[in-house]
């Protein structure tokens, strides 16, 4: 995993406490995806401080960056 894809993870993990980092990453090896996604509905055993950006609002925002 290169460096930038590896700090957009962590990013989305940071809100979240332990279990549920734990959870959000099973999740995504059970599915066989190549990223890591916010539990949907009532997956999560403790609500994050604050809303973790998903991984597209983190690309577009990286993108948009890259323009200025």
């Not at 996604?37 to 998903?54: C, V, Y």
Request: proline share 6%; glycine share 8%; net charge positive.
């Amino acid at each position: 995993m290169d460096p930038v894809t590896l700090g957009k993870h962590l990013k989305v993990l940071v809100s979240y406490d332990a279990e549920t980092q734990r959870r959000i990453i099973d999740n995504s090896i059970n599915a066989g995806w190549q990223g890591l996604f916010p539990l949907k509905g009532n997956g999560s055993t403790k609500r994050p401080h604050r809303e973790a950006p998903t991984t597209e609002e983190l690309e577009a925002r990286e993108a948009a960056r890259a323009r200025q």
